[in-house]
């Protein structure tokens, strides 16, 4: 039985999402015109709403409805240190450990060649904008501890080591609690390879 116009539409719609297959989204368009029709109304508004208010932070990439969002114009942030993180969920991660009070940088993505993503494709000439405005005195390099985070991590470092600023990146080993017998053996081998020296 065919579907009708406006339903494939929907479930078409519903696609564009992450990790939702046909059927997945057919179920969701079936729930939301059966049983939840004034959410389905609600959510149509929200997202309208933040396509048309939702935009970039200036200064770190952030989504913000403001051109300078609230943490790149805190007083109580340190100015010249910047971390670059490749997703908005990873700032929100560092801050819950309230171990970093500097600016961010957002990539809001990876280099990924085999997916088509490029050097321009993660805003790397907006961080440059920002790096040259010379506040900045130390980067932390805070991407995920993959092939392409790897990727990025060393693309990053090779563009801005002639800047000199103090670069570093977020260190990877045994987690908080961890115990050697539970853990994998690249992560405690990349322990074992980033240990530090105890200071007498």
Do not use: W
């Given at each position: 039985?065919?579907?009708?116009?406006?339903?494939?539409?929907?479930?078409?719609?519903?696609?564009?999402?992450?990790?939702?297959?046909?059927?997945?989204?057919?179920?969701?368009?079936?729930?939301?015109?059966?049983?939840?029709?004034?959410?389905?109304?609600?959510?149509?508004?929200?997202?309208?709403?933040?396509?048309?208010?939702?935009?970039?932070?200036?200064?770190?990439?952030?989504?913000?409805?403001?051109?300078?969002?609230?943490?790149?114009?805190?007083?109580?942030?340190?100015?010249?240190?910047?971390?670059?993180?490749?997703?908005?969920?990873?700032?929100?991660?560092?801050?819950?450990?309230?171990?970093?009070?500097?600016?961010?940088?957002?990539?809001?993505?990876?280099?990924?060649?085999?997916?088509?993503?490029?050097?321009?494709?993660?805003?790397?000439?907006?961080?440059?904008?920002?790096?040259?405005?010379?506040?900045?005195?130390?980067?932390?390099?805070?991407?995920?501890?993959?092939?392409?985070?790897?990727?990025?991590?060393?693309?990053?470092?090779?563009?801005?080591?002639?800047?000199?600023?103090k670069l570093s990146r977020i260190a990877r080993g045994l987690p908080m609690g961890g115990e050697?017998?539970?853990?994998?053996?690249?992560?405690?081998?990349?322990?074992?390879?980033?240990?530090?020296?105890?200071?007498?």
């Amino acid at each position: 039985m065919r579907n009708t116009e406006a339903l494939e539409q929907l479930v078409d719609a519903l696609r564009c999402l992450p990790g939702i297959g046909p059927k997945s989204a057919l179920r969701m368009a079936y729930h939301l015109l059966q049983h939840d029709r004034k959410g389905a109304s609600q959510l149509a508004t929200s997202i309208a709403n933040a396509i048309e208010l939702v935009g970039h932070c200036s200064h770190c990439n952030n989504f913000s409805e403001e051109v300078i969002c609230s943490l790149c114009s805190s007083k109580e942030r340190d100015p010249t240190i910047l971390c670059v993180i490749e997703m908005p969920s990873d700032l929100m991660m560092l801050e819950q450990t309230h171990s970093y009070n500097g600016m961010y940088f957002i990539l809001m993505g990876k280099l990924s060649p085999l997916d088509g993503i490029g050097p321009k494709d993660i805003h790397l000439d907006r961080l440059l904008k920002r790096l040259d405005a010379g506040i900045i005195k130390e980067v932390i390099l805070a991407n995920n501890f993959t092939v392409s985070g790897d990727a990025t991590a060393h693309y990053v470092t090779e563009l801005l080591k002639s800047r000199g600023i103090k670069l570093s990146r977020i260190a990877r080993g045994l987690p908080m609690g961890g115990e050697i017998e539970y853990i994998d053996s690249g992560t405690l081998a990349q322990a074992m390879i980033e240990r530090k020296t105890i200071k007498d």
